[in-house]
């Protein structure tokens, strides 16, 4: 089980530490909130523009590794 141990670049949750700001595209961004206006994204601040901006977390670079697959049926 490796559900706590993320790497370097990943945040809480998996998220992205410094994702792309989309107002000027710069990666000096930081996260503010983990959890902001909704529970589905995450709240970022962006250094370059000083402009706040949120980040779907399920959009963000997921892998489907790590959630758990879904087993539709209870087939084993
Ligand atoms: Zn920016």
């Known amino acids: 089980m490796r559900s706590?141990?993320?790497?370097d670049t990943d945040g809480p949750g998996g998220l992205p530490l410094q994702p792309e700001c989309p107002f000027c595209g710069g990666r000096r961004?930081?996260?503010?909130?983990?959890f902001g206006?909704?529970?589905s994204v995450a709240t970022y601040w962006c250094l370059a523009?000083?402009?706040p901006f949120e980040m779907m977390k399920w959009t963000?670079?997921?892998p489907d590794a790590a959630r758990p697959p879904v087993g539709e049926g209870g087939a084993p």
């Open 4 to 7: 706590d141990r993320t790497g």
């Open 29 to 34: 961004t930081e996260l503010v909130n983990p």
């Open 37 to 39: 206006s909704q529970l």
């Open 49 to 51: 523009c000083r402009s």
């Open 60 to 62: 963000a670079t997921a």
